[in-house]
């Protein structure tokens, strides 16, 4: 039983919480966080303590292993700390919003073999990793294609966009750690459309962009496509199709049952894929803690590592870069 | 090339005649209706002779086969006189609505070799063919259950029963041919349940059912299950589903074409089933077409022959004894 | 926080322990089996004590209510034992496998107003739940026709057989109550044909069935069909349909994932459904925990009562006479 | 009745001359094929005249309008003398494999009112323009993206390449026609990546690509994505998304039947989609019959005009200058 604490108790920290509570592997250490009184309901919820500092929480004899929650731009520091303390940790993504931070993160931890795991949840969804997995099978030959969609249900609200580094570094970062993982190679080239479809005068004022898409190739000619938008409003869309020389693979989307509704104007409807993403990956979190909670015990290395959240970073740097040029960009220039 | 003659020109008799002009095995030789102009436009669509009368037509050395589209009470008669003169039926279900006279015919037409193929298009239908096959090939093991929905789009005009001959000898007569090709055994037994839910002034007064139940039982104990409604407001719903040791097959519903909404209030929602027979079989009609042309080509028994015609009716009247004494019917009660 | 003490540690009790433990408005009080070392196990792997008798459990102060998941013949018991404490008790279906004994301890319990909820899982469950919430908001007018299909994965092992009161008693009874739930009227006629298809051998020596299909109607004329299988090799498969004047509802089988295939010898192939129940109906296990806690902390009548589990069980005595008797059985003939 | 001559006799205009004998509005006149016994053989077939040159189609009075289904470098020529005879002309795409000779086409034929339709039988797919007509109407509000994913089912022959003007020019130009059919505006910008994954000696050999991911972007920053692959296993997939700021319209594969089967390693499994071109475009090729006869009978344009197939190439010369140089283009540099 991995003895965990969160970091943060804001929406995510709380689910994690909620997981690390019930999950058969882990159980809920401790809490903390900046505002007190996040903490305290947190524990008090579960009935564990409320840290007074995240120095304590990486002091404590109690805690196994910390799970960082809190804001974007307290992870480095935290992954830097657990590494000191000899605390595997289980990071939200991002590592951090600048590929220099994380750099330099990466190099002051380099040595260590203190576990790191970042929160690539998608990885984890049950779906995507049964068409991973066929595919790793050689179920379809050579791969050859990738296209993930990934839409959010919904506009978030302003205060969202100002912290969150913009949409390819605060979401499309989920999409271009899946296409690596669906690729299994290195993309070596990336071009980027973005747009401000949805909200033109927010996006223009903050100088972010609502809508996507993306083409990558690998060193071995591997194609990928990525679209995103930051509202679908049928729900969260969220896809995954593997073409390859043998056969192609599809994870769709989850629906909330099974009800479909036929009348005088439609037939074999569903109703809208309701779910954000605390639904949708509900199975992919908690997974995501059994795959931590494993190699922890079996003293292997995590399934997405450091490099694979600094790989994902740099993917939308490059991604910015092709934005700014309208050109392909190499992403050894990035480097 | 087989000549054929169309015998009754009204709705169903256009569509045969158009499907035998255009169809590559065959070719409209003339066309008979006792309402002269419905024989006259027919014909002028086609430039082909209106035939004077149906003993014209018998007698005609430019007709090779006859298909038989007229009203109900002369399809006995017309087959009759076809196997008398030699020529090749497709007689339109049912042979006739009164089982005695079906077995006066049977009789009459007895060590006759002329082919006669009774027009149970739904055996013709590529998704109910292929599942029949699949099941023939041993797909899915020993077959246990069949369960056919079927159910028409929309209550036909109150002249329509008038004349048809109640629910089970219309409508349900369909399903009983498709239940005997799909079990590959004689149902022996009947029980049958039949309401009056969706005009019940209508059906009480002509004394007609527009919804049914019906089961069935093989004599090596396989089950099957027919429901029946005239008014599918999502359209014409024509399924087939059969279970074995080592798996199912279903035949679904057909599309106009495969375009999907996604809404706030729905998701993957199709079009509704707007075909009625006419749109939904037309490749079942003209291979049936086909198949008649090749057993005559080659000197073989048609694929649907006037035993299955007669077999069928003999289901209908044995529901409707159920009905009557709310039991289960053994079918040979009929004989 | 209602406490609840399981009484049955085997299969379901242990899945029944899992769900009220981490229920968010239930806690694990205590468990107990007449097999102490399961209960035992149990209670260690809860923290929770295990009671010596089951009388301990009734008459202690610790518990709230009882969930009862011991083998049947004690259900009837433990529900007279759990009324005369003062306990409302979640009871698995069925009652008793007996009509007399049900009888007698609806006699006994009369007057009572202590909460008793049948395990009718299945009425719980998202998918069916939202066919009907849509059916009795209107959305597909006057509903005519019930489709139920319910086929298990798998033969149980003969163990099972021997105990289980034959196919309509222990497995169809849920779909019985589903119908209920559904047709929203009494059904007053049953019609059944039970077969022996999967392991006749078998069946014959037990007097017992593996495959069925029934039809039932109610006093109003609304027709329903219910076939099961012990036996479906692609998984568990629970369907239902609801057939209305103005629309179709259907509720179909849930996936593990929604990962489809393509390849050179099909397209859109999903995964098996290879949940069995307690993977299916996970969350209606969840919600029928949800709505027992409701019920008592709002002194309302639970939703699935007592005399539904009689009803229920009726309509499998009906169903029984109808097999011996080839005929339509009304159900006043059990009362 | 349209009396329509056939120009080319192969493969493509076998079907042409098939689909117009049977269509409705249309009458075919006479064939021609520089090959003379291929268009005595469709003559034949059709009991109609085969022309020994197409000087006399153009100048006969027999014929009301030309299909042109020659090889694609005569196209342009008898565009300029279809044009001349006054004598509207149906023409398969491409116009012609090089800019500057559709251009000079384009010089020629200014000013001229004589109805052209290039063949671009995608737009009439009923599942498509369903697509498009519910975007039109607003359903899904401003349109966003759209994705084509566009795949045949299998190399063709080494001959076809070396006469077939590249991947983008010969297969992709269906899709940039559907891209500009759906996105109501003109694209202004290309970016491609191109590939050799299916056969890269051949492809080497004849710098060719068998593989292709594009994007595009309208001048109101409407996104597209196109996605090719010259081999898809499990068959011809033609695929349109459209994502919009209400919803979400997807035109789906077409299947051979609805039949899927069900066994112990899946469920829920079609067929493949077996259809090439001529079998899943069916209706399309009839419909644009259809849209061609009645634009002449009307006096209106047609549908889809010289213009349309000018821009379609643009689009693929600017997507070739963007894999030569590796950035985005702007398709104004093609002019």
Same mark, same amino acid.
């Given at each position: 039983m991995l003895r965990i604490a969160i970091l943060g108790c804001g929406r995510i920290g709380r689910m994690h919480a909620a997981n690390v509570a019930r999950h058969? %592997?882990?159980?809920?250490a401790m809490v903390y966080d900046m505002h007190a009184p996040s903490a305290e309901e947190v524990a008090a919820a579960h009935g564990v303590p409320a840290a007074s500092s995240a120095d304590d929480v990486f002091a404590?004899?109690?805690?196994?292993a910390v799970l960082v929650a809190s804001v974007t731009d307290t992870h480095a520091d935290y992954i830097e700390k657990a590494v000191a303390a000899g605390k595997p940790v289980l990071c939200?993504?991002?590592?951090?919003? %600048?590929l220099a931070r994380v750099n330099a993160c990466a190099a002051r931890i380099?040595?260590?073999?203190?576990p790191i795991q970042i929160g690539?949840?998608?990885?984890?969804?049950p779906g995507h990793r049964a068409a991973r997995d066929a595919c790793l099978a050689g179920e379809i030959g050579d791969l050859q294609q990738v296209i993930i969609t990934s839409r959010d249900p919904g506009m978030p609200p302003r205060s969202y966009y100002e912290v969150a580094g913009g949409l390819l570094r605060d979401m499309t970062i989920h999409d271009f750690d899946l296409a690596r993982y669906m690729l299994g190679e290195e993309p070596v080239e990336v071009f980027a459309m973005a747009g401000r479809m949805i909200d033109p005068a927010l996006m223009d004022e903050l100088d972010d962009h609502d809508t996507a898409m993306i083409l990558m190739r690998t060193a071995s000619g591997r194609q990928c496509h990525i679209n995103n938008s930051r509202s679908a409003v049928y729900g969260y869309d969220q896809r995954v199709e593997l073409m390859g020389s043998n056969g192609m693979l599809i994870s769709d989307n989850r629906k909330p049952h099974e009800m479909r509704r036929f009348s005088a104007s439609l037939s074999e409807a569903a109703s809208p894929?309701?779910?954000?993403f605390i639904e949708r990956y509900t199975e992919a979190f908690m997974a995501e803690l059994t795959a931590f909670a494993a190699a922890i015990a079996e003293g292997r290395p995590t399934e997405v590592g450091f490099e694979d959240g600094r790989r994902a970073l740099m993917l939308a740097e490059a991604a910015y870069r092709s934005i700014a040029e309208n050109r392909a960009v190499r992403v050894e220039e990035m480097a």
């Open positions: 058969p %592997d882990t159980a809920l404590s004899g109690e805690v196994d939200e993504k991002p590592i951090d919003l %600048d380099a040595g260590s073999d203190v690539f949840n998608r990885r984890f969804d894929y309701e779910f954000f």
